[in-house]
């Protein structure tokens, strides 16, 4: 925040007066978005494994950085699940919840283990009943647990799966003074890795005693368990060929599934394209890609021969692979926040530490689209969650509606939507439509509150600014501490 000078517009993309316009500008760009003109197929209920959300309407997972030190949910984690429960989405992806005090990616990130448990317990019991209160007993809502490892984001220290010629310069082993990844830091050998595979599966059971609906094995976002699948580099049983990099997931799918039995609705978040590094240019502050070597065994998803360009065979292939081990839920995601923002969540001003977008934000939704559809067309018979709606403002619904219709995707979950907006979906059940004054503006103060530097517990904690008072007060707040330091 104390750098705030970056937040400027330089351009303002999203200035549609109707859907018509938004359309106009899809077509002049050459896009395949669709919008329809009726949300109807959205309201349909869709079966997940041996249960039924009641909506194809979904949340997705949205860390607040607002737990306690010991990664319990506080006050502020329960406005928010409340909020989520109470908006009308039948499925409710929880937030990152690190298997392991080393595996979290800020200090205040929720945690599971023995200790924490029953308190998770009540944030779920609470989800849900504010739920049944708004929309009745008999609504079926599905909520998960997001289960993460942060690996080379992890807060302490980077965990590493390989070392990454590009990324390693800029990922930190030391934030304050700035000293990236030494030629000589270790990797987690694959001792490390199986002992991490029996924690997946303890904690497993700890969600499912709890009483979640799903556990997600998340490997997206460029964490752990997503590095792994690009590990071509890594020697050894855990990388190189493709059947290697997907030891850990099918391991801890097969453990858990032993251990757990099938009342436990296993998913996964995967990123279907990590994309390359980018970092702003200094005289515009536009992302422009960092160096990047040809080829590139260096992303899941990722054409190896012309690296900026998506190559979906083995992404494709890793959800066949979940679906025939009993995986019954994918959420595509993409991209890496710490260093290609504008490919995960397409923005109309950059976060703090990011760059001005080097692309119409359009382009991003639409690869969105796209290779979500790829995922969901190969494999028609799995439910799968997309992602990258919250910068169509009001016209996420239409946009979401028209890819269910066109078969491209299964639920439609917002992300930064739900903090500004967690009631869309009730606003949809009633009026057919969303509010304009009420949609997620995509200016990225979310983010911003999470990477505010300097402070000793690394970021504030995050909501919508520009659309939830209570947080429109944390980010004044914020500022002043900041400049008073
Ligand atoms: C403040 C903030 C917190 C987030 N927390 C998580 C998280 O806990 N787990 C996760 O998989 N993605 C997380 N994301 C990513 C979102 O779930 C989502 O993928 C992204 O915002 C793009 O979707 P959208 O266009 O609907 O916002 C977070 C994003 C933001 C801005």
Redesign the pocket.
């Known amino acids: 925040m104390s750098d705030n000078s970056k937040m400027v517009v330089k351009r303002k993309h999203f200035r549609y007066r109707n859907i018509e316009d938004l359309r106009q500008e899809i077509a002049e760009l050459g896009l395949t978005i669709r919008l329809a003109d009726r949300v109807e197929n959205l309201f349909q209920p869709v079966k997940i494994g041996h249960k039924t959300a009641g909506n194809a309407f979904g949340i ?4 607040g950085c607002d737990c306690t030190l010991d990664g319990k949910p506080s006050e502020l984690t329960i406005r928010r699940w409340l909020r989520f429960g109470a908006g009308g989405a039948k499925l409710i992806w929880g ?2 919840t690190a298997i392991l005090e080393e595996a979290k990616a800020n200090s205040r990130q929720l945690e599971i283990n023995d200790y924490t448990a029953n308190s998770i317990e009540q944030l779920l019991t609470l989800t849900r009943d504010k739920h049944k209160e708004i929309f009745g007993a008999n609504e079926e809502v599905i909520v998960g647990m ?1 289960l993460t490892h942060s690996g080379r984001y992890s807060y302490k220290k980077p965990l590493i799966a390989f070392r990454h010629p590009v990324v390693d310069k800029v990922t930190l082993v030391d934030k304050k003074k700035k000293i990236p990844i030494p030629e000589d830091y270790p990797i987690l050998s694959d001792d490390e890795l199986e002992r991490l595979e029996d924690r997946y599966v303890e904690v497993a059971k700890l969600a499912y005693r709890i009483g979640f609906d799903f556990i997600d094995l ?1 490997q ?2 460029t964490y752990l368990l997503n590095e792994l699948l690009a590990a071509k580099t890594r020697e050894g049983k855990y990388g190189g060929s493709f059947e290697n990099r997907t030891r850990f997931i099918r391991n801890i799918i097969g453990k858990i599934r032993a251990e757990v039995g099938d009342g436990l609705i296993l998913a996964s ?1 995967i990123n279907v394209y990590d994309g390359i590094a980018y970092m702003p240019d200094p005289n515009t502050n536009i992302g422009m890609p960092r160096e990047t070597p040809t080829p590139y065994p260096y992303g899941f998803g990722v054409d190896e021969n012309n690296p900026p360009q998506p190559n979906m065979s083995e992404p494709i292939k890793l959800v066949g692979l979940m679906k025939d081990s009993g995986v019954k839920l994918v959420n595509a ?1 993409m991209g890496s926040p710490y260093y290609n923002p504008h490919i ?3 923005f109309e001003r950059p976060p703090i530490d990011g760059y001005e977008t080097p692309e119409h934000p359009l382009v991003g939704v639409d690869r969105h689209f796209r290779l979500t559809a790829d995922i969901q067309q190969a494999h028609p018979d799995l439910p799968i969650v997309g ?5 169509l403002q009001n016209y996420v619904v239409n946009a979401g509606e028209a890819n269910v219709q066109d078969g491209k995707v299964r639920f439609v979950a ?4 739900s903090m500004a907006y967690p009631d869309y979906v009730k606003d949809t059940m009633e009026s057919g439509q969303m509010a304009k004054n009420k949609s997620c503006v995509a200016i990225s103060y ?2 911003a509150l ?1 990477r505010a530097k300097d402070n000793p517990l690394h970021q504030f904690p ?1 909501g919508c600014v520009p659309r939830d008072r209570f947080y429109a007060q944390i980010y004044k707040d914020a500022e002043k501490t900041l400049t008073q330091q």
């Open positions: 997705h997972p949205m860390e937030e990152a997001q998340k997206c976002h978040r995601s995960g969540r397409p992602t990258g709606y919250s910068w917002v992300g930064r939507g979310c983010t999470m995050s």
